[in-house]
Nanobody, 125 residues
Framework: VQLQASGGGLVQAGGSLRLSCAASGFTFDDYSIGWFRQAPGKEREGVSCISGIGDTYYADSVGGRFTMSRDSAKATVYLQMHSLKPEDTANYYC????????????????????WGHGTQVTVSS
């Protein structure tokens, strides 16, 4: 299983970025993919999740600003981020797991077994 996150960068507050997570080594459409982020000195937190059939879930802190999608042909998920705030600054990671995810457990990083390397997002004020 490999997950490769990309698309991070430096952006001013109010700006936009699109993160990508390219997946390989497993049947992409069968499993959920999650985005998490971790800022220095803080715990890793869930940002969004998309199921194998395309249902999406968002943390309250990003709802209405972030949109997650998946492209089965490219085995890639995207996180479109708008109206970025300085508090969105973090290293962003994508993850997957072969157990079904539910709204009750998807926000717990310990529930996800496979992780990609992070991509840094920095939002300046």
């Amino acid at each position: 299983v490999q997950l490769q996150a990309s698309g991070g960068g430096l952006v001013q507050a109010g700006g936009s970025l699109r993160l990508s997570c390219a997946a390989s080594g497993f049947t992409f459409d069968d499993y959920s993919i999650g985005w998490f982020r971790q800022a220095p000195g803080k715990e890793r937190e869930g940002v969004s999740c998309i199921s194998g059939i395309g249902d999406t879930y968002y943390a309250d802190s990003v709802g209405g600003r972030f949109t997650m999608s998946r492209d089965s042909a490219k085995a890639t998920v995207y996180l479109q981020m708008h109206s970025l705030k300085p508090e969105d600054t973090a290293n962003y990671y994508c993850a997957t797991d072969f157990e079904p995810m539910s709204p009750a457990n998807m926000w717990n990083p310990w529930r996800w077994d496979y992780w990609g390397h992070g991509t840094q997002v920095t939002v300046s004020s």
